[in-house]
């Protein structure tokens, strides 16, 4: 008997055992994809991990379907890194597969619907909704479930199915479908009859009555003369002005022939730059220093201020290990940068370039996975968000993380709950690489393990060409307010101050960390605000679309004219976002021409490039954003950055916002200046004097890294402490009340170490589902793995209470 265990992609803890005949055991490696059956009548894509004779005891093993693929697309480094992952984080197995795998290599079976052959059907006897169904079947042979929701016009067609099925008219099968196709690409040629010049006058002889043909064929000689390769059908239609019902007449004629050539989607044909890179003193000794840490540890931190020039020193690293033929992985924390660094890089190294995030459609992501299963050298640099961490390496020799202390890096939902910056470094361990991690604001955990030894570190205190750090001046919004001197939002000295810039011919970015017009519409007569009927939070207005949304759910209505509650036609807006300043920016500077970047204006594959390249190109002068704008952009001719309100980051209720809100306006300072001439921050506060604000006009990183840390450590924080939190979801409040009492309860009996809760989040509600959340801290010094096993027994126990079944429970390791 011989056995296979695979990954199924559902939410499963455990692997599963398929019987295999022994010649698909003797073909079968690890790392194939297997169609195989599981439920009743579902077929899913799993994953073999192991090849083995155990029978298992516990159920019996059904056969696979089919093997799906001829090598493995997934190798044994990425199945052990995944398992890391799923201890470490706490979740399934097969939510990291399912995570992992780009979703185009991870078939679903359709059940597809047709009519018993055998068997006589009384029409009379049918509902109005089975006799259009069974018509249908009279038309064609089998149905998708998709059709037959189109064809009764709802949702819920299982029962009117499921009758049939008990009339015995219907049966149902599962179909496996390919959802990955390759991309061709049609070509023409001229058929062999008139390669010759006989053939060439009878060619002229057939086609002198039809002009249009005729230019069709002139086109194409002109084009084999000039170009000599391989000619499109869409390049020919281009350069003869015509259609393609004309080529298709000469194809049909037998002119022309028409062939396909497979190609990659995701293509690039650039240039490499000649003159090598240059890097400046400073940078030059700092990579020296980050080769010499290489030596002891495998991890480094680059702490350098912004605008140091890190991305050269990193493309100095890369070359190295270009040469010694090692894939490298290199990790950024939003999109938007990704499209600003591959041009730079793609400058340098040409097409060894391949990018991959989830901007990227489905077949072009699995055209990246493939190139990097191949190794091919289209795919030797790999850029992307945190997903390119899953990517099937098996020669990896460098991993940069940019922005290393970005919150983004953190996956929140759904499961795998992973740090990638975390998860990067456990890779690199595995394939024995090293990691550079870069940023102006390291983390506090970060910059903690450098202090302490765990991680090399270098840090330049110098901008590239010695470039003065931005001048940062604070407007105190209280006194401006009280004096009169603001216009909306904007104070009269960033008023002045953008009116300077522009006059110069210079570029303004601004930063307000919300989108929409204004959060939140009340009512001036009874004080209602309209609130999502889903979710415990107020609608946000959203001015260009005349329409209020819930950024939580999605939910939106039309702008009301007057009070839902009592009528009143008297509302107004409270609170501002990057819509109302970019309005108020129009009323102010009607001349200037202003862009907006925020998560409502990039939606789409290149929203992101559209906007950079025209601020880059100076078509936009001034720039509104939220904190897409902050990361790592580089606009040389930015001389003035103003954050509209640094307040809203101070406050939130998290123990990290002193830290992120130092990061941020850091981050967006640095985007000011970044040539020859100092640029010129402004922040507009309530509070100038908060210490945090002052740490920022000082650029006092060391400042603000021991505050924080003694205030970490009296706290029982981070990174003197770890944190598991624990949410419950569930659609009834008194069952999620008592539930979440019970699990808070049984921890607390069975540990030691601080457990905090079960406490109500600042959003209580989501989606109609309340929310509670438990804390763990668990000290330095104590096993996290033992406590993560009394942790998870506990849950299980609590699955196994009845009443409590249905509620959802999700850990997060390592809440960031």
């Not at 509670?772 to 793995?785: G, Y």
Request: charged share 25%.
């Amino acid at each position: 008997m011989h056995f296979v265990e695979v990954i199924l992609p559902l939410s499963l803890a455990k692997t599963f055992t398929y019987s295999v005949s022994e010649a698909e055991h003797n073909y079968i490696q690890k790392g194939m994809r297997v169609a195989v059956p599981f439920g009743k009548s579902k077929i899913y894509t799993a994953l073999v991990i192991e090849i083995h004779e155990n029978k298992p005891s516990l159920y019996e093993a059904r056969e696979i379907h089919q093997i799906l693929d001829e090598k493995p697309i997934v190798n044994e480094i990425q199945i052990a890194h995944w398992q890391w992952i799923a201890s470490y984080y706490m979740c399934a197995i097969g939510d990291v597969y399912r995570g992992a795998m780009p979703s185009a290599l991870l078939l679903e079976s359709e059940t597809i619907i047709s009519q018993k052959q055998d068997g006589f059907v009384d029409e009379s006897l049918l509902s109005d909704d089975e006799f259009l169904i069974y018509q249908a079947l009279q038309q064609q042979s089998s149905l998708k479930v998709q059709d037959i929701v189109n064809i009764l016009n709802k949702k819920n067609i299982f029962p009117v199915i499921q009758k049939l099925m008990d009339k015995n008219i219907l049966v149902l099968q599962e179909e496996m479908l390919e959802t990955y196709t390759p991309k061709l690409i049609r070509y023409v040629k001229l058929h062999a009859k008139y390669e010759t010049n006989e053939g060439l006058g009878e060619l002229l002889e057939v086609l002198k009555n039809a002009n249009k043909q005729k230019e069709i064929v002139l086109s194409y000689f002109q084009l084999s003369a000039s170009e000599k390769k391989p000619i499109t059908v869409k390049k020919l239609i281009e350069s003869a002005k015509s259609t393609s019902t004309i080529v298709k007449a000469l194809i049909d004629k037998e002119i022309f022939e028409e062939y396909y050539i497979q190609t990659d989607r995701v293509h690039f044909s650039g240039k490499t730059k000649e003159e090598q890179l240059q890097l400046s003193s400073a940078q030059q000794s700092t990579l020296e220093e980050i080769k010499q840490s290489f030596v002891q540890k495998d991890v480094c931190l680059l702490h350098g201020v912004t605008s140091s020039g890190k991305t050269e020193i990193y493309i100095k690293l890369i070359e190295q290990y270009i040469k010694e033929e090692k894939q490298i992985l290199y990790l950024l924390p939003e999109i938007a940068l990704t499209t600003q660094l591959v041009g730079r890089l793609r400058d340098y190294f040409g097409n060894k370039v391949a990018v991959f995030h989830s901007k990227y459609s489905n077949n072009e992501r699995v055209e990246v996975w493939k190139q990097v299963l191949e190794q091919s050298p289209k795919a030797q640099i790999v850029i992307g968000a945190r997903s390119a961490l899953f990517l099937p390496f098996s020669n990896l020799g460098l991993v940069v993380v940019d922005e290393e202390h970005e919150q983004t890096f953190k996956q929140v939902d759904p499961s795998p709950r992973y740090h990638a910056r975390d998860a990067s470094i456990v890779l690199a361990n595995i394939h024995q690489a090293k990691v550079v991690l870069g940023s102006a604001t390291p983390s506090i955990e970060t910059y903690f393990n450098a202090q302490s030894g765990k991680y090399g570190l270098v840090e330049i205190t110098k901008r590239y060409g010695n470039v003065k750090m931005p001048e940062i001046e604070l407007v105190d919004l209280k006194d401006k307010y009280f004096r009169k001197k603001m216009s909306g939002h904007f104070s009269d000295t960033l008023i002045e101050e953008i009116a300077n810039a522009l006059s110069l011919g210079e570029q303004v970015i601004l930063f307000q960390n919300r989108r929409g017009y204004s959060p939140i519409i009340e009512c001036l007569t009874c004080g209602h605000v309209p609130q999502c009927p889903q979710c415990d939070v107020s609608l946000t207005f959203h001015k260009h679309k005349n329409q209020l949304r819930c950024h939580y759910c999605g939910y939106s209505m039309a702008k009301p004219t007057n009070c839902h509650a009592c009528t009143s036609v008297h509302l107004t807006t409270k609170g501002f976002g990057t819509e109302q300043i970019q309005q108020e920016l129009i009323e102010l500077f009607p001349n200037a021409k202003i862009g907006r970047m925020d998560q409502d204006t990039t939606r789409g594959k290149f929203g992101f490039e559209k906007i950079i390249d025209s601020f880059k190109n100076r078509e936009v002068e001034i720039l509104v954003g939220t904190q897409m704008l902050a990361k790592g952009l580089d606009f040389d001719n930015v001389s003035l950055v103003g954050i509209m309100n640094a307040d809203n980051m101070l406050y939130h209720p998290d123990f990290r916002a002193f830290e992120r809100s130092y990061q941020m306006m850091t981050q967006v300072s640095g985007r000011s200046g970044r040539s020859e001439k100092q640029g010129k921050v402004i922040i507009q506060t309530y509070n100038p004097e908060h210490n945090t604000i002052q740490q920022v006009v000082h650029n006092n990183y060391i400042g603000m890294y021991k505050e924080q840390l003694y205030e970490r450590q009296i706290y029982k924080y981070p990174p003197y402490f770890k944190l598991i939190k624990l949410t419950l979801k569930h659609r009834d409040f008194d069952k999620l009340k008592e539930g979440s009492m019970w699990l808070y309860q049984v921890m607390q009996q069975n540990f030691t170490i601080p457990v905090l809760g079960p406490e109500e989040p600042p959003i209580s509600r989501i989606r109609n589902e309340y929310i509670r959340t438990i804390m763990v801290k668990i000290p330095t010094n104590q096993s996290l793995q033992g406590t993560k096993k009394t942790i998870q027994k506990i849950l299980n126990s609590f699955d196994l209470v009845s009443q409590y079944r249905a509620i959802k429970v999700s850990v997060n390791v390592d809440f960031y």
